[in-house]
Every structure is written in C-alpha cells, then in structure tokens.
C-alpha cells in the first residue's frame, strides 16, 4: 500500500468515527459530527448541538433550529480554543461540508485538510476554504 493509500483509508476511518460522534447530537433535523486529527491523534471533536449548560433541543415547536445552536465544527475548534492543543495544521472530518461562517472559522484555526462526506446545499463554504488554499476531499461513506 503506497502513502496515498494509505491516508484514503485513514481518512475512510476518520470518516466513520465522525459519522458515530454525530450520533451524539440531540438535534431531530440533522445530526452531524467532527474530529480533528494531527499527527494521527484526535485532538478535538464535535457534533451540533445548544452550548454548554443549555437544554438538549436544538429545534423549536416548529421544527425550526433554534438560533443558538453551534455546528459541529465551530464546537471542535471550541474544544481546541480550551485545551494544550493547537490545530495550526491539522485535518477536520466533517460529515456535512462547512457553512461559510464555520468555513471562516476553520481558516482562522489554521486547519490545512477539509475531509467531508455529504454536501451542504451551499458550497460557499468550500470555495472560501479553497481560496484560503485548504485542501478539500470529498469521501463518500
């Protein structure tokens, strides 16, 4: 198995793990999880929900996602924000391609890798992030 091979099938890997972590989610509509890998270690994760000390329900009486709510990603780098760690570098498993505000977020946290596996209905997101010079794969699970 030659290096690129090799890292397919980590990313494969990582894929499914943030695939399980979104099952954390409370949210009804969509649940969604994220990992961040450096050096073959995970160094932070996340999934969508309300923020810490707040109920577990992300939608309205309408079905409606409450305004508060963060996407798995922006609580990945919130866990980084809060640890030893840095993730200057590092890959983001993603199961749904980044909104543009999250995209923002993961180009301050110096994030060099998007791997994601479903696309979100808007791709401004990844075309802010390939401007940014992130590499971006697509894996379907």
């Given amino acids: ?80 924000a809060r640890s030893n760690n840095s993730s200057d570098g590092a890959t983001l498993y993603v199961t749904a391609s980044p909104c543009i505000e999250c995209a923002k977020l993961i180009i301050q946290a110096g994030i060099k890798r998007v791997v994601y596996s479903e696309h979100y209905r808007l791709e401004d997101g990844i075309d802010l992030m390939r401007r940014a010079g992130i590499e971006i794969i697509f894996i379907h699970i």
């Fill in 1 to 80: 198995m030659d290096t690129a091979e090799k890292q397919e099938a980590l990313d494969r890997r990582y894929m499914r793990m943030a695939a399980i972590w979104s099952e954390n989610s409370y949210c009804r509509r969509r649940k969604v999880g994220a990992l961040i890998v450096k050096d073959k270690m995970i160094i932070s994760d996340g999934y969508n929900g309300t923020p810490s000390g707040f109920e577990n329900v992300c939608e309205d009486e309408d079905n409606v996602t409450k305004p508060y709510v963060l996407h798995d990603e922006a609580n990945a780098i919130s866990k980084i």
